[in-house]
């Protein structure tokens, strides 16, 4: 048990719920133990904070940019909590590597599909490598859809304003749908493809 993440998740809780209001719908969506992989919609630096509390896990292992490690305070609490960290430009196969591995072992891991935060909250592009990790891992993907966020903390904001926040939670994403494809790139995109499309329709809902 990582007590740094445990910790961390009731204190934020109770921020979270005190302050932004949280609401969360379709926690039953979620599998009681790993491993499973979250996917979520990405505009706030609050994003892992809500999907990690929303997770109702011991440890939701996130992939985090590499330059979050450097940051004073922030970067020894990712690290005591356990994030893994990604080069996005130079490649992140290292990175994929070892949540494969974390997955292979039973734990849960938590990715933004677009790779970046979207500055005006449309979905984009999905990077092959949440197809990547549901393929060599074999775990299901669980996607989820927050709300509120680009108002507490939008891109650029060094402070969180009140707002309310929600976290809509989904069905378990059936990843064999993308098997057909006629390559390893092809099937981890045609993965991606399929967990944003699930992602917006919880915009939708």
């Not at 979620?30 to 505009?43: C, D, M, T, W, Y």
């Not at 650029?156 to 098997?179: E, F, M, T």
Request: with cysteine; charged share 20%.
């Amino acid at each position: 048990m990582n007590v740094a993440y445990v910790n961390s998740r009731l204190i934020l809780k109770a921020i979270l719920n005190a302050f932004f209001g949280l609401e969360i719908e379709g926690a039953e969506n979620l599998p009681e133990k790993g491993p499973f992989i979250v996917a979520s919609n990405h505009v706030s630096h609050v994003d892992p904070v809500v999907v990690g509390v929303a997770c109702k896990t011991s440890q939701l292992t996130f992939m985090a940019k590499k330059e979050l490690f450097d940051i004073p305070i922030v970067g020894p609490w990712v690290k005591a909590v356990g994030c893994i960290p990604v080069e996005r430009d130079s490649g992140s196969y290292g990175s994929l590597k070892k949540a494969v591995k974390m997955l292979k072992e039973g734990g849960s891991i938590g990715i933004f599909p677009e790779g970046r935060r979207s500055p005006d909250g449309t979905l984009k592009k999905p990077h092959p490598g949440i197809g990547l990790l549901a393929v060599k891992s074999g775990a299901p993907i669980v996607p989820i859809y927050v709300s509120g966020t680009a108002k507490v903390m939008p891109k650029g904001q060094k402070l969180p304003k009140p707002h309310k926040i929600k976290a809509r939670i989904g069905k378990i994403i059936n990843i064999s749908d993308g098997a057909g494809a006629s390559g390893k790139r092809e099937a981890y995109e045609s993965i991606g493809e399929k967990v944003i499309g699930a992602i917006a329709a919880l915009k939708n809902e």
